[in-house]
């Protein structure tokens, strides 16, 4: 079983939201609860950018980057065991390849090199 499964890309005008979803049903019950998702994203050319990642065991500890505090929310869902990512207010430069991620280390946050098992990404296009 693919251990994360992105879904929720596509094209929308810049303002607009978006949500992206991430089934990890795939992951261990253990890596699941006691590991940290998050969510990536990369465009051509450019590096691979965090967005927000949470850890949460009974008590959500999320964590965004600057770029979208106040436009993207994170959310995990430990019934269903998926993560969410609201994005709003989208502009063009939010333009990318979005990757869902997870690090078996809870406090990673943002460090991408400590996330070690990765989606396919779903591509979501902002146009102005």
């Known amino acids: 079983q693919v251990p994360l499964v992105e879904s929720g890309g596509g094209s929308v005008r810049a303002g607009e939201s978006l949500n992206l979803s991430c089934d990890a049903s795939g992951l261990s019950d253990n890596s699941f609860w006691g590991g940290r998702l998050g969510w990536f994203r990369q465009s051509p050319g450019r590096e691979r950018q965090a967005v927000a990642s949470i850890f949460d065991a009974g008590t959500p500890y999320p964590t965004s980057a600057d770029s979208v505090k106040g436009r993207f929310t994170i959310s995990k869902d430990n019934t269903k065991k998926t993560v969410t990512l609201q994005m709003t207010r989208l502009p063009p430069a939010a333009t990318a390849m979005y990757f869902c991620?997870?690090?078996?280390?809870?406090?990673?946050?943002?460090?991408?090199?400590?996330?070690?098992?990765w989606g396919q990404g779903p591509q979501v296009t902002v146009s102005s």
């Open positions: 991620a997870h690090s078996s280390r809870p406090w990673a946050h943002l460090q991408a090199d400590t996330y070690t098992t």
